[in-house]
């Protein structure tokens, strides 16, 4: 693990080029869409990166030690609860959506229906039914500060991602190891010159705004809590992420995004209805 302390008694300039963090989307192009509206958030994204960078209060390692966020031992803490719960969910496993279902700019990394989610919250809005099937799992993401994201995310034995960088480096990624199946040496993901481990019930957070790839070449499902919390910044930048956070909600990519999933919850909620109203006989 990379320790989180870095020199920030003389910031860089926000109009260089921080060694290692590229700025742009690579891979992923959520926000690539010709509209007006769409390429001045862009603007204004590429602008907040680069005072991200330069502001950020614990510095700007791929990954982080995890001393670093006292709350991580509390999310960990509350990994057989949380074990218990992904296990009701993963009894429909085969009916979960993939990624690219919700979020169709996915489909610039991820075609197959290798990568399924199951998600409590995106950018801030609840999956209200969700939540209610995983009450210990959502307890426990409480407990981050910044919380903006939220949900398992299922790698299928055999399931490659490719290199590519996440579409904004204000916000930190956190996994937490809930089902991780042996060997360990083909069940990993490299955020940017560091290969991780995933193990069950323990934290690893990072900068997806590094390039990353993951990769499960076992024969088994692996499954990690996925989070997304809102990087620690000092002003101006943490109020110009604030402001950007709270926006993203209204592009057209995200509201895609939360009507997707709110059309297959209505359905996936419906069959599971239908079915315990099935005569019985």
Known sequence: MTDSTADLSSPKSANSKPEGQTFGTSGIVPMGRPSAVTRFFMGIVAWAEKLNFRYAKLGNPPVYDNATFPWAKEVEAAYPQIRAELERVLVR????????????????????????????????????????????????????????????????????????????????????????????????????????HWQEGKALIFDDAYEHEAWNHTDKTRVVLFVDFDKPLKFPARFVNWALMNLAVFTPFIREGLDNHKEWEKKFYAEAEAFRNRPQG
């Open 93 to 196: 496993q085969s009916e979960l959506p993939t990624f690219q279902d919700i979020s169709t700019d996915v489909k610039t990394i991820s075609t197959d229906s290798g990568w399924k989610t199951f998600f409590l919250l995106g950018f801030g809005v609840k999956s209200e039914q969700n939540i209610a099937q995983c009450p210990e799992t959502w307890r426990a993401v409480q407990k981050i500060p910044g919380l903006k994201t939220a949900m398992f995310s299922i790698f299928e034995p055999g399931k490659h991602l490719p290199a590519h960088r996440g579409p904004y480096n204000g916000v930190l990624r956190l996994h937490v190891g809930m089902i991780v199946p042996e060997p360990a040496d083909k069940l990993a993901i490299r955020v940017k010159d560091q290969i991780c």
